[in-house]
């Protein structure tokens, strides 16, 4: 589901970058913060069946922990060092595939 994604993302994205600025971590942490809100919203189906606040909440955490997911890949396809061709066809791939269709 979408907290598995989550976690999925950050773990490929620290398995093949390192970024070690005050920026990233606070992006990090901002990223962790919408994870955070959308656990403490999870509640039984029943309840998350009636369009309340729980599921409404949980709903726009994912969003934007999404976002900001599918932002950290285009700065990373334009912003990254290495060997360029390989960490555009991985981003493109990971947007193409996997970012974008879930949002």
């Given at each position: 589901?979408?907290?598995?994604?989550?976690?999925?993302n950050s773990?490929?994205?620290?398995?093949?970058?390192?970024?070690?600025?005050?920026f990233?971590?606070?992006?990090?942490?901002?990223?962790?913060?919408?994870?955070?809100?959308?656990?403490?919203?999870?509640?039984i189906?029943?309840?998350m069946d009636?369009?309340?606040?729980d599921?409404?909440?949980?709903?726009?955490?994912?969003?934007?922990?999404?976002?900001?997911?599918?932002?950290?890949?285009?700065?990373?396809?334009?912003?990254a060092?290495?060997d360029?061709?390989?960490?555009?066809?991985?981003?493109?791939?990971?947007?193409?595939?996997?970012?974008l269709?879930?949002?």
């Amino acid at each position: 589901g979408p907290l598995w994604m989550a976690w999925e993302n950050s773990v490929q994205h620290a398995a093949r970058f390192t970024c070690v600025d005050y920026f990233h971590w606070l992006y990090e942490v901002l990223r962790y913060i919408f994870v955070g809100t959308a656990v403490a919203h999870v509640s039984i189906i029943k309840n998350m069946d009636d369009g309340s606040s729980d599921a409404l909440a949980f709903t726009i955490a994912i969003l934007c922990e999404s976002l900001m997911n599918l932002g950290r890949t285009v700065e990373t396809y334009y912003k990254a060092e290495g060997d360029r061709e390989c960490i555009k066809n991985q981003c493109s791939r990971d947007m193409k595939y996997k970012i974008l269709p879930y949002i």
